[in-house]
C-alpha cells in the first residue's frame, strides 16, 4: 500500500459525518474500532457513573435523630451505686475511670484526650465499660493511660 491511496483511505474516513481516530497497524492498514468496542465502552462508562451515584446516594448526609439516655428511676434504688450508668452533666468532678461522650456520636473519650464535645451535649459514664455497653465505642485519636 502507497502513501497516496493511505490518504485517499483517510479522506474517505474524513467525508462521513462522525469523526474517530484512525490507527495503523504493523502493514500500514487503516485498523477501525469495531461496534463491539464501540458498545463495550459505552456500557463501562454507563457502569462506572451509575454505581458513583449509588454510592453517593449511599453516604448521603441524611438526617439523623441524637442520642437520649433515659434513666429508670425505680432502678436506681435497687442497684448500687456503681452499677449506675453514670450518667452525669455535671463536668466539674473527673474521676479516675470517667469517659465522656457526645449525645450526639458514637465515641467515647477519657479525660486527658482532646475532643470538640459542647457542654451541653456532654455525657459522663463512670467507666469505659459502661460507656461501651451504651454503645459507645472508644476514639481512634485517644489511647487509655
Known amino acids: 500500500m502507497n502513501i497516496p491511496d493511505l490518504l485517499y483511505k483517510i479522506k474517505s ?4 459525518s462522525e469523526s474517530e481516530v484512525i490507527r495503523f497497524n504493523e502493514e500500514g492498514e487503516v485498523v477501525r474500532h469495531s461496534v463491539f468496542d464501540k458498545v463495550f465502552l459505552a456500557l463501562i462508562i454507563i457502569l462506572v457513573g451509575t454505581l458513583s451515584f ?3 446516594r449511599l453516604t448521603g448526609t441524611g438526617e439523623r435523630g441524637g442520642v437520649t439516655l433515659e434513666i429508670d428511676e425505680g432502678l436506681m434504688g435497687s442497684l448500687p451505686l456503681n452499677a449506675v450508668a453514670g450518667y452525669s ?3 466539674q468532678t473527673e474521676n ?3 469517659v465522656s461522650a457526645s449525645s ?3 465515641r467515647y473519650y477519657y479525660s486527658h484526650c ?5 457542654e451541653k451535649n456532654k455525657i459522663i459514664f463512670a467507666t469505659p465499660l ?5 454503645g459507645y465505642t472508644l476514639a481512634a485519636n485517644c489511647r487509655p493511660r
Not at 13 to 16: D, T
Not at 114 to 118: A, E, G, L, V, W
Request: proline share 0%; charged share 30%; aromatic share 0%.
Open 13 to 16: 474516513l474524513r467525508s462521513g
Open 89 to 91: 452533666r455535671d463536668t
Open 114 to 118: 482532646r475532643n470538640t464535645i459542647s
Open 54 to 56: 449509588g454510592l453517593g
Open 96 to 98: 479516675k475511670g470517667e
Open 130 to 134: 459502661l460507656a461501651e455497653a451504651a
Open 104 to 106: 450526639k456520636g458514637t
